[in-house]
């Protein structure tokens, strides 16, 4: 039983850089890696094929202590909320729900504006406010931004494409009508 506590404490300093008994308080969750972490990265293929070994060998074992730390981190909570009672289990499950909930509420609400504004879809997250006043008015703003990007500031040219005057088919006609 000790074992298993020393190992999930050597676990957990590994992960946090932390030292046993440390101030900081433990994550409760593994941090999310890098997508680009367990596929070929830029440069990857300078390595060879020892390289390439030591580094698919070196992921495999990252991905494998990342599982374990996520299991340990589980069996951790288990130990924690162990003495809670049932209603402060569900008193945790109702706030992080709510909090969930809200953050949903939010995102829907800023697409629902972007769409009544016609705004860009990609700019939707990009909307600032709690209210939906607030949305509307920072669409506004944004939407007045991306219209004068949008406008062009070059005047065409009218010596270019089709003009009034026939084009001379030699070098003597285009001197003598420079010259008119």
Do not use: C
């Amino acid at each position: 039983m000790h074992r298993k506590w020393w190992n999930l404490i050597r676990i957990r300093t590994i992960e946090t850089g932390a030292e046993p008994g440390g101030g900081e308080p433990p994550q409760t969750e593994p941090p999310q890696s890098d997508p680009q972490a367990n596929t070929g990265g830029e440069g990857d293929e300078k390595l060879g094929e020892h390289g390439m070994t030591a580094l698919k060998n070196e992921r495999r074992a990252n991905k494998s202590l990342r599982e374990q730390l996520a299991a340990a981190n589980a069996r951790i909570k288990e130990f924690e909320d162990r003495d809670k009672t049932d209603a402060e289990k569900a008193s945790e499950r109702i706030a992080s729900l709510e909090k969930s909930n809200n953050g949903n509420a939010a995102k829907a609400l800023r697409y629902e504006v972007a769409v009544d504004k016609q705004l860009p879809k990609v700019l939707a997250e990009r909307l600032q406010g709690s209210t939906r006043e607030e949305l509307e008015a920072d669409a506004d703003n944004l939407l007045k931004l991306v219209n004068v990007q949008n406008k062009p500031n070059v005047k065409p040219d009218p010596s270019q494409g089709k003009g009034g005057d026939p084009k001379p088919h030699s070098l003597s006609e285009a001197i003598s009508a420079y010259y008119k």
